[in-house]
C-alpha cells in the first residue's frame, strides 16, 4: 500500500541548531513533492517545492533535497529560531490518481531559545 | 484581504442533525479542495472541484455532498452527522494553468466541526 512517512516524534532543538525531518515514502511515483508549515488552530502554508528531477531546493533558511532512488526528503531549517516551531507536513503528487497532494502525519518542532 | 475563507470557524452540533461548510476564494483559482484532518492530524483530501466540475472524489460516504455554484465557491454539505465526523475541514485552492500537476495549495483556516 501506498504511505507518506514522517516521524511523529517532536523535534526539540536549540535555538540557531539546525533542524532536520524526513518524509519517507513507498509505492509512491511523485512527480514533485512540496512541504508546509502549519500552526496551532491555522491552516498549512505553502514552503517549498522540489521537482523528481532536481535534488535540492533552497529558500533563505529553507533547505529541501529529494532522493527518489531512496524515495526519501529531508527538509533542513538552518539558524532555527523559536519563531520556527510550528508543524511542519510533507505532500506528494500521485500521477496514477488524478493528480492530487497526499500529506504525510507532519512532524512537530519545537525550538528553545 | 483573505484569500481563501470558510465559515464557521466552528460548528458543534448533535449526531443526527444536517449543516454546511461554506469555502470561497478571491484568488481567481481554477481548483478548490476540501480535506479532512483528523485528531491525528492527517490531512485527507475529499473532493476537488475544477471549475465548478468534479474531478475528485475520495471513499467518503455519500452523506457528504460537495456544491461549487462558482469556481470561487466551494460548499460541503453533511447529512445526518455521526460522531466520526468531528473533525477539522480544510477548504483549499490552487491555480493549475491547465497543467497535469496541481501547484500549491493555499488553505483556509479550517472549520472545527465537534458532533455531539
Known amino acids: 500500500s501506498q504511505k507518506i512517512e514522517q516521524n511523529s516524534e517532536a523535534l526539540n532543538i536549540q535555538e540557531g541548531k539546525t533542524a532536520t525531518l524526513t518524509c519517507n515514502y513507498t509505492?509512491?511515483?511523485?512527480?514533485?513533492l512540496q512541504w508546509y508549515r502549519q500552526d496551532p488552530g491555522r491552516g498549512p502554508v505553502f514552503l517549498l517545492l522540489?521537482?523528481?528531477?532536481?535534488k535540492e531546493k533552497r529558500k533563505e533558511r529553507l533547505k529541501v533535497t529529494f532522493d527518489t532512488t531512496l524515495k526519501q526528503s529531508l527538509f533542513h531549517i538552518t539558524a532555527s529560531q523559536p519563531a520556527d516551531s510550528a508543524t511542519y507536513l510533507c505532500?506528494?503528487?500521485?500521477?496514477?490518481?488524478?493528480?492530487?497532494?497526499?500529506f504525510g502525519g507532519g512532524t512537530r518542532v519545537l525550538v528553545k531559545p | 484581504d483573505t484569500a481563501v475563507s470558510q465559515t464557521p470557524k466552528y460548528l458543534v452540533t448533535q449526531m443526527g442533525n444536517d449543516k454546511s461548510i461554506k469555502c470561497e476564494q478571491n484568488?481567481?483559482?481554477?481548483?478548490m479542495y476540501w480535506y479532512k484532518q483528523d485528531s491525528k492530524k492527517f490531512l485527507k483530501i475529499m473532493f476537488s472541484?475544477?471549475?465548478?466540475?468534479?474531478?475528485i472524489n475520495e471513499t467518503v460516504p455519500n452523506r457528504f455532498s460537495p456544491k461549487s455554484p462558482d469556481k470561487a465557491h466551494l460548499n460541503l454539505h453533511i447529512n445526518s452527522l455521526e460522531l466520526g465526523d468531528s473533525a477539522v475541514y480544510f477548504c483549499?485552492?490552487?491555480?493549475?494553468?491547465?497543467?497535469?500537476?496541481?501547484?500549491?495549495?493555499?488553505f483556509g483556516e479550517g472549520s472545527r466541526l465537534t458532533v455531539l
Open positions: 522540489i521537482r523528481e528531477n532536481e
Open positions: 509505492n509512491y511515483s511523485p512527480a514533485y
Open positions: 472541484y475544477n471549475n465548478k466540475e468534479l474531478i
Open positions: 484568488l481567481g483559482h481554477d481548483t
Open positions: 505532500a506528494l503528487d500521485r500521477k496514477a490518481a488524478g493528480n492530487k497532494l497526499t
Open positions: 483549499a485552492s490552487s491555480l493549475d494553468r491547465g497543467s497535469v500537476s496541481p501547484g500549491e495549495l493555499f
